[in-house]
């Protein structure tokens, strides 16, 4: 550390640059929300990824130029060195923690070390600068990968139904990216700093000329934007239509949702044609008459078995699926208010969605059926007078209920769900 003679010493510098970048990366993520609120869409991107990344970019110029008249009255320190150490430990912590999960990942990181010190030790100007440039850009390549515009993508079939959680998403980028661009904001102060010179002409860029071209570059790109598609063919919205019904009972539902706008669906149901408006990412159609479905029929039955002590049973309980229509997926779930056991042959995995078991909750699920009627047996272990909540799900890949969807550019994902409960104890002692 070379101490800078007649420095003023100031404090928070480290904190006031965190500010800082937040501020411009807010100015990254919210134009597309901008956008998407001038035209309607909730994913204005989707279609144009790389036309947002130029807009992303002009207007983090406009949080630049922000940001550095900002500075100006924030008093940041000359001293290079707290900002270095910052940076420096931050990309250190960056490379062990992914060190754990692969070595590999760490490499790229510590590139990222590399090239920041030889920035500090290089004397020439020019050559900080391009090892400035390169320090971020190991963890640029790792953060956005070859797939990060497909998982992107993905993120339009988010639903946020409320408010809250619209805003939430925007600052959970906000929040991340920060983060990781943290110790490269730091980095570029301390270089910054220790050059002594005007780098990549900054002061220059704080003139009223600087805001002018970054809004103006924002400006054209947004309205170019504006007039282009935002779905296509490659990329089309997605729909998810479920329509739910109880067994025994005389009223089911059919549920829109989407993470797009449901605006401008043609829907036919019950012989009349409607067509959805207002911004609205879900919503329940309401049925002109019962809506039954005979898809399905369950049969019951026990075998008792042995006694377990003097409190347990041991027995068997056999559920018959008798479907019309092969199912797609078939949940059967148990839960009581003491803990029991259950257990079945034909169980090879719990899937994701199945609620995690316990010992008072147990759930099986079976996917891709062949046809039926299909046998499901489970053991059970109960005590005496122990109730136990048995519900069946089966979840159909069309729709029973006649209902037509069309909307250009968009693709609808049918699942029917029909559902079941029953509640049984455990066979009486002495039953064989």
């Not at 019962?290 to 049973?313: H, K």
């Not at 059967?332 to 008072?360: E, H, I, L, N, Q």
Request: glycine letters at 6%; hydrophobic letters at 50%; one cysteine or more.
């Amino acid at each position: 550390r070379t101490p800078v003679p007649g420095a003023p010493r100031v404090r928070w510098s480290g904190v006031k640059l965190m500010l800082i970048t937040l501020i411009i990366q807010s100015f990254l993520w919210l134009p597309e929300n901008v956008i998407g609120l001038v035209r309607g869409y909730r994913f204005p991107w989707v279609n144009n990824y790389g036309g947002f990344v130029i807009l992303a970019i002009f207007c983090g110029l406009i949080g630049l130029w922000l940001t550095l008249r900002m500075a100006k009255r924030l008093r940041l320190s000359v001293d290079p060195f707290p900002y270095y150490v910052r940076a420096f430990i931050l990309l250190l912590v960056l490379t062990a923690l992914l060190s754990i999960p692969n070595a590999e990942l760490a490499v790229y990181p510590a590139l990222s070390i590399v090239f920041l010190a030889l920035a500090m030790i290089v004397p020439l100007p020019l050559f900080k600068g391009v090892f400035l440039l390169l320090t971020p850009y190991p963890v640029i390549r790792l953060v956005f990968f070859e797939y990060t515009g497909l998982f992107q993508r993905m993120l339009s079939h988010l639903q946020m139904p409320t408010l809250f959680a619209s805003v939430m998403y925007n600052a959970t980028f906000i929040v991340v990216y920060g983060l990781l661009s943290l110790p490269f904001v730091y980095a570029f102060a301390a270089v910054y700093r220790d050059s002594g010179r005007d780098l990549f002409l900054l002061k220059k860029f704080g003139s009223k000329a600087g805001l002018a071209l970054a809004c103006a570059g924002a400006l054209v790109t947004a309205l170019i934007l504006m007039f282009r598609p935002v779905y296509g063919p490659l990329w089309e919205m997605s729909v998810s239509v479920t329509q739910t019904y109880t067994v025994g009972a005389d009223s089911g539902a059919v549920n829109l949702k989407s993470g797009e706008y449901l605006e401008g669906i043609r829907c036919t149901l019950d012989g009349r044609d409607t067509t959805l408006q207002g911004r609205i990412t879900a919503m329940k159609l309401a049925t002109a008459r019962p809506a039954r479905v005979g898809w399905l029929a369950l049969d019951t039955a026990v075998t008792p078995g042995e006694e377990a002590g003097d409190t347990a049973r041991v027995f068997e309980r056999r559920i018959v699926l008798h479907s019309a229509v092969r199912p797609f997926s078939v949940t059967v779930s148990y839960r009581s208010d003491r803990p029991f056991t259950a257990a079945s042959t034909w169980v090879t995995g719990v899937r994701r969605s199945a609620p995690a078991d316990t010992m008072k909750n147990k759930t099986f699920t079976w996917y891709s059926f062949p046809d039926t009627p299909l046998v499901v047996p489970v053991t059970f272990t109960l005590r005496d007078s122990q109730k136990v909540r048995e519900t069946v799900e089966v979840v159909y890949d069309t729709l029973a209920y006649p209902l037509t969807l069309d909307r250009d550019l968009t693709y609808f994902t049918r699942r029917t769900v029909v559902d079941a409960s029953s509640a049984f104890r455990a066979p009486e002692r002495g039953t064989r």
